[in-house]
């Protein structure tokens, strides 16, 4: 059983930044996919970033591409999202997922394995 734990989120102004991690424990993840994806109040979760287990290969969602970077630490088991320029509508709840089953390409086809964390919020105020 694998658990996630994120961390980072508050209440920035538009234009800042702010860095999110996820931490995880139960198993090492240096093998698998991991992932970012956000919902915000009365809408689904949607994908945000996913980065492969090497973190060469990375996909982003349209509406963050050139603003948010995601990274890894293996030897931590950790991994990050740096998120610059945030926009009114960045403001969400954060979850950081992974699966065993997906790539970078499918992470957002929530395959049965998918472990979640608990979320970190994301305010971005004008």
């Known amino acids: 059983q694998v658990q996630l734990v994120e961390s980072g989120g508050g209440l920035v102004q538009a234009g800042g930044s702010l860095r999110l991690s996820c931490v995880a424990s139960?198993?090492?993840?240096?093998?698998?996919?991991m992932g970012w994806f956000r919902q915000a109040p009365g809408k689904e979760r949607d994908f945000v970033a996913a980065?492969?287990?090497?973190?060469?290969?990375?996909r982003y969602a349209d509406s963050v591409k050139g603003r948010f970077t995601v990274s890894r630490d293996n030897a931590k088991n950790t991994m990050y999202l740096q998120m610059d320029s945030l926009k009114l509508e960045d403001t969400a709840v954060y979850y950081c997922?992974?699966?065993?089953?997906?790539?970078?390409?499918?992470?957002?086809?929530?395959?049965?394995?998918?472990?979640w964390g608990q979320g970190t919020q994301v305010t971005v105020s004008s």
């Open positions: 997922a992974t699966s065993m089953s997906a790539t970078i390409w499918t992470l957002d086809r929530n395959y049965s394995d998918m472990s």
């Open positions: 139960g198993r090492s993840l240096s093998s698998y996919v």
């Open positions: 980065i492969s287990w090497s973190a060469v290969s990375t």
